[in-house]
């Protein structure tokens, strides 16, 4: 089982819905959570940082952490066309020094 | 408040030459970690270094590649006698202290012919 696994898609939505993306991880010494965007050819952005267990919300991205489930999600209101992109997610325990990162879903929201 | 700067941002060796890859971290950044993507697949952890030091070099190649952070100037990241299998986009990553956000640059594509 690898440690962080995400459906890679596509996900296909239209301008202005909901979009829902989800992680899950096997690695129980996990604390800190990442989420970040990627556009073609070009390098990851962050877009949010989480520790533990919660919601953090920031304009109009969530992200969720449920460490019960081992479960994470990112939920994007208002979806954009501008938001058209992989979105990959990653995770790190406190005494690991790398981030371990999905393979990322594909996000395409069409106007 | 420039990002995490990366160059050259495309690179093409022939096989058997040597590629060396920089990174310079976000001013005030003295951790720097380096990844290597492949089509369709996640981001690979290589190597994670502080200044002048190597923490953490497990996802290295035992072969052929090496990392350094200097005291003065950019982390290289070097890889000899390239093979087509090297072949993939190199990203850099640096943060202010362990545990906080990683801020990524935007990376070197390198090509072996």
């Known amino acids: 089982q690898k440690e962080v696994e995400q459906d890679p898609g596509p996900l296909s939505v239209p301008e202005g819905a909901i979009v829902s993306l989800n992680c899950t991880y096997s690695?129980?010494?996990?604390?800190?959570f990442m989420w970040y965007r990627q556009y073609s050819r070009k390098g990851p952005e962050l877009l949010m940082y989480?520790?533990?267990?919660g919601n953090k919300e920031d304009g109009r991205f969530t992200a969720q952490v449920d460490k019960s489930s081992k479960y994470i999600s990112l939920f994007i209101r208002d979806s954009q066309p501008s938001d058209s992109a992989t979105y990959l997610c990653?995770?790190?325990?406190?005494?690991?020094?790398?981030?371990?990162f999905g393979k990322g879903t594909t996000l395409s929201v069409s106007s | 408040n420039a990002g995490v700067m990366q160059n050259p941002r495309h690179l093409v060796r022939r096989r058997g030459q040597e590629a060396r890859l920089r990174c310079s971290p976000m001013?005030?950044?003295?951790?720097v970690y380096w990844y290597r993507q492949l089509p369709e697949e996640g981001l690979k952890f290589m190597v994670y270094?502080?200044?002048?030091?190597?923490?953490?070099e497990s996802g290295m190649p035992k072969e052929r590649f090496s990392a350094e952070f200097p005291k003065e100037g950019p982390s290289i990241l070097r890889i000899q006698q390239v093979v087509r299998g090297d072949s993939a986009a190199y990203f850099c990553?640096?943060?202010?202290?362990?545990?906080?956000?990683?801020?990524f640059g935007q990376g070197t594509r390198l090509t072996v012919v």
């Open positions: 990553a640096s943060s202010p202290v362990a545990n906080t956000e990683a801020f």
């Open positions: 690695n129980s010494a996990f604390q800190y």
């Open positions: 989480t520790y533990s267990s």
């Open positions: 990653a995770g790190k325990s406190q005494a690991g020094t790398a981030l371990i």
């Open positions: 001013k005030g950044h003295s951790h």
């Open positions: 270094l502080q200044k002048e030091n190597i923490i953490d």
